[in-house]
């Protein structure tokens, strides 16, 4: 019998195996798949082009170009940007607000801050216009006492206005509700008796923490891109169920960890920022398996940089990211720094003479002049091209017909006779300040968090990661870097690797010398239990739960928080007031003991651990040559402050106990790999490349 196509809402049956996963992640420019196959031990990978006017046509071409079969497919685990776009975009839906009277401004008001810290002018449009801000007559106290009954009939009217506006998605957001959700709740009950469709957030729901503005921005931007996401989900289940596929879509989150596609779209603010993370989780995972668990993730692309900081095999999550000015989303994400300098950035001559790589970047259309899409303006990519780290002869397949001669002339043309400089010395002076840019990324993410980067390895994806990482290792002191199996891909792999995770706030938000102790236990066991009910109703099959416990806290007076890990779900007041201690001087070696501290959030995350997945299989290796000599392709001129004759491998023929010693350049059908003079590099057992700087 046929099976009928299946909405996002209609409930999935797990695998009984779930050996055959795959996971697709949807990029700016390429869809990426794995399709990892257990029983037989086989990988399949697949990049196509992204389908910008709907990513589910990507999705389904990338299964396809790894013919996948998909009634045979256990689970499919999907990183999609439809909601960071969206936002960054600013192509949101429709959305009103109803909001306690006297604050429907509380999005506007924001914090003390400016778009730039040192203009004077800047531009800020909030994410709900004020048109479609309501207030009515409700209000809680800071204790969660009621000082203003809510009046019902100003919502009933308040809602009837929303709707008959266009109003595609509502917010409720009122004051004080993380102490006492009672009327949102029962505002929401009123919602979903008169509002046209199930697009209602309730602000306390999805945060539930103080700080009205930051809850409200974040409950506001759920709400408008809540749609966007219900659709997209909807119409990719339907798709794959068409195509026979009989089980759940997991979706990515921000925070590292998934959920069903059945449940993302009513906490769709959690899936900004997911693609990033699926990388960063890719990175966790397989640097635990190489005994390497302490990691700065350098992922670079066409357009950016992004960079992370893991821990024990554990990224750093926060959840104080602002996406952009006056946007911060306060649900927990992996904490991922981002500079914009990629492949395809643009370097250019200043009227100042000074040379300036990006943020403008030539992007996929026309591209970098190696393209052969028109474009003229030198890149970082067109350097790597000009000074031999990218493989010249690959321009004759280029179908604009350019050569490295126009390389050069653009060069010359832009940069070097502006600053008395050939175009040699010039693609290698956008390369150095592409570095210094770089490492400045990779100080900030660990110097900001009290971390010294020459205590981690340094692990390079991305297309364009691997070539420069040796550079910005020795430029930080940091010994190692770790190239993974397929950088290009690894985004992908996350989604294949990744856990499921669900993260817990709520506030406190009382000193803790006169905090209830008894009340931040209940809390962690409510918190614990309502995640492991979530993971049970995932059609996922798990090996284990984890739990993490943290606290956020802070010096009375101050205005930031900081984390707090907490090794068991019962603390003493003094063990709190101990480890925030510990944490605040580890962080700023700066001890203030006579001031009392106060005791802000109390957070847990709930983690099932999924089945291991061996990576050694994404190389396959029956490719593998005897000797190195055999894994050789050629030797071509390579700059490293001057020219040298340096041997070229294909990284899929390189034999298992590879040794390769600088320079060399590995070459793959992802990326390339750039060994610098002095470095060594080996191959691990699951075919990651170890580079140790400087031997």
């Not at 009910?533 to 205005?559: N, P």
Request: with cysteine; glycine share 10%.
């Amino acid at each position: 019998m046929t099976q009928p196509p299946a909405s996002a809402t209609d409930a999935r049956t797990p695998s009984s195996s779930q050996s055959i996963v795959a996971g697709v992640d949807v990029g700016g420019t390429f869809t990426d798949l794995v399709l990892f196959d257990a029983a037989t031990g086989t990988v399949r990978l697949a990049k196509t082009p992204t389908t910008l006017d709907n990513q589910a046509f990507g999705v389904i071409n990338a299964l396809d170009a790894a013919e996948a079969d998909l009634a045979a497919l256990d689970l499919i685990v999907h990183g999609t940007t439809t909601t960071t776009n969206a936002v960054l975009e600013r192509q949101l839906c429709k959305t009103g607000m109803i909001t306690t009277l006297g604050f429907r401004d509380v999005l506007e008001l924001g914090r003390r801050t400016r778009p730039q810290a040192y203009g004077m002018k800047g531009d800020f449009r909030p994410i709900i216009p004020r048109d479609l801000r309501m207030e009515i007559p409700e209000r809680m106290d800071a204790r969660g006492t009621v000082v203003t009954p809510l009046d019902e009939d100003a919502l009933r009217s308040a809602l009837k206005d929303l709707a008959g506006k266009g109003c595609e998605a509502l917010v409720i957001h009122f004051l004080h509700a993380y102490a006492n959700p009672a009327h949102e709740l029962r505002a929401g009950e009123i919602a979903r008796e008169v509002w046209p469709n199930g697009n209602i957030t309730l602000g306390h729901a999805l945060l539930s923490e103080s700080r009205e503005y930051e809850r409200g921005v974040t409950a506001a931007v759920n709400a408008s891109v809540q749609p966007l996401l219900r659709r997209y989900v909807e119409r990719l289940a339907d798709t794959l169920a068409a195509r026979g596929y009989r089980h759940d879509v997991l979706v990515m989150n921000g925070n590292g960890g998934m959920v069903s596609a059945r449940r993302v779209a009513n906490e769709a603010a959690k899936t900004v920022m997911s693609g990033p993370a699926s990388g960063v989780m890719a990175a966790a995972y397989t640097g635990r398996r190489a005994g390497m668990p302490n990691l700065i993730t350098y992922d670079m692309g066409g357009t950016s940089t992004d960079v992370a900081l893991i821990r024990d095999a554990e990224p750093t999550v926060s959840n104080e990211i602002e996406v952009e000015y006056a946007m911060p989303i306060h649900v927990p994400m992996v904490d991922v720094r981002t500079v914009g300098a990629g492949g395809g950035s643009i370097a250019r001559v200043t009227e100042a003479g000074l040379l300036q790589i990006g943020p403008e970047s030539a992007g996929a259309t026309p591209g970098p002049i190696c393209y052969g899409k028109g474009g003229t303006r030198p890149t970082i990519s067109d350097a790597n091209l000009l000074l031999g780290r990218l493989n010249p002869s690959r321009l004759n397949k280029v179908p604009g017909g350019v050569t490295l001669a126009d390389v050069e002339a653009a060069f010359a043309r832009e940069i070097g006779d502006r600053l008395g400089l050939d175009a040699i010395q010039a693609a290698d002076a956008v390369i150095r300040i592409a570095n210094a840019r770089m490492s400045d990324a990779v100080r900030m993410v660990s110097v900001s968090l009290g971390e010294d980067p020459r205590d981690f390895a340094l692990f390079a994806f991305g297309g364009a990661g691997p070539l420069h990482a040796s550079a910005i290792a020795r430029e930080l002191g940091i010994p190692k870097v770790l190239a993974p199996s397929r950088p290009g891909i690894t985004n992908a792999l996350g989604c294949v690797v990744a856990d499921l995770r669900h993260d817990f706030v709520q506030t406190v938000n009382r000193p803790l010398a006169v905090a209830d102790i008894d009340t931040v236990h209940q809390i962690f066991a409510r918190q614990s239990e309502e995640g492991r009910s979530l993971i049970a109703k995932e059609a996922v099959q798990i090996r284990e739960i984890r739990e993490m416990r943290s606290v956020d806290m802070q010096f009375i007076g101050q205005t930031h928080v900081l984390r707090v890990p907490l090794p068991n779900p019962t603390p003493s007041r003094e063990e709190l007031q101990q480890r925030f201690e510990e944490a605040y001087f580890a962080r700023f070696h700066v001890a203030l003991p006579e001031i009392r501290a106060n005791l802000v959030n109390v957070n847990t995350s709930v983690i099932g651990r999924r089945e291991e997945i061996d990576l050694s299989a994404l190389i396959d290796a029956n490719g593998r040559k005897a000797s190195l000599a055999e894994a050789e392709t050629g030797r071509r001129p390579v700059f490293f402050g001057g020219f040298v004759e340096t041997p070229v491998y294909w990284r899929d023929h390189l034999p298992a106990d590879a040794v390769v010693e600088g320079p060399a350049i590995i070459e793959q059908m992802d990326t390339t790999i750039v060994i610098e003079p002095g470095d060594v590099a080996r191959q691990d057992a699951d075919g990651n490349i170890i580079i140790t700087i400087g031997g």
